[in-house]
């Protein structure tokens, strides 16, 4: 719903219907619009790969990504479109967002303070901010990358990273999106995955950026840990 309220009217919707067990065919179908086009898995996909095969479907100039328990505000689409068109040099666009807290009835925002722009890898190892819900990004852009499929939840900070150290990344400062906080969050369900995945990452990357001058990886990486165990606590009582 929260996508056919959107100002901006030029969408398509990629449902990836990855062996769900929760209606959400009878759901989609309930919704009669040609922009919305249904894609039923034959098998059970880790979720990016799942992604992946997504993307491969869109026909659209940009990508947007929106999990079914998450929603926009109607503005999104057309702040980071009309953002991209007049700045053409800008291929990724990303927001600040509302953390909406499912029992409460209340939402708040995710960053109270400036979030970065521009090439901004350093200040994601020190405190990643985008939020996979917020982002607009160049189709382009996955011609060369794509999500890393071994990974079930850090796939996005994966990608994102890599992407950051190529090309310069834009930022909306207001909140354009909610992500729901409810019992049954992926992320919260998968803490000890996320922790995991993450120890892996920085040992496997540790060479590559210090080798790119990333002099203080280890450092800015232990820094991410402190806000992943922010993440963690913040699910557990918001």
């Known amino acids: 719903k929260s996508v056919l309220l959107q100002n901006y009217k030029n969408w398509e919707i990629i449902f990836w219907d990855n ?5 959400s065919k009878s759901i989609v179908n309930s919704f009669s619009d040609k922009r919305i086009k249904y894609f039923y898995s034959n098998k059970f996909l880790n979720l990016y790969h799942a992604r992946n095969l997504a993307i491969a479907q869109a026909s659209g100039k940009y990508i947007s ?12 689409i057309e702040s980071q479109v009309s953002f991209l068109e007049n700045n053409q040099d800008i291929k990724m666009v990303y927001s600040n967002f509302y953390l909406f807290n499912q029992f409460k009835k209340k939402k708040i925002s995710r960053y109270k303070n400036y979030l970065p722009h521009g ?3 350093d200040q994601l190892l020190k405190n990643y901010s985008i939020g996979i819900l917020t982002v607009c990004v160049h189709k382009k852009i996955f011609e060369k990358f794509v999500f890393e499929p071994k990974y079930d939840v850090i796939g996005d900070f994966d990608l994102f990273i890599k992407i950051s ?6 930022c909306i400062q207001e909140p354009l999106a909610n992500y729901r906080i409810h019992d049954n969050n992926f992320s919260k369900k998968k803490k000890h995955v996320h922790i995991k995945e993450l120890k892996s990452w920085i040992k496997e990357k540790e060479s590559e ?6 002099s203080l990886f280890n450092q800015k990486i232990f820094l991410y840990k402190l806000v992943l165990k922010d993440f963690i606590n913040r699910f557990l009582g918001v």
Do not use: C, M, N, P
């Open 19 to 23: 062996l769900s067990t929760d209606k």
């Open 119 to 121: 090439k901004i890898t």
């Open 209 to 214: 950026f210090s080798a790119a001058g990333f």
């Open 165 to 170: 150290r190529e090309i310069s990344i834009g």
């Open 65 to 76: 990504f929106l999990d079914v328990d998450d929603f926009w505000e109607k503005e999104k």
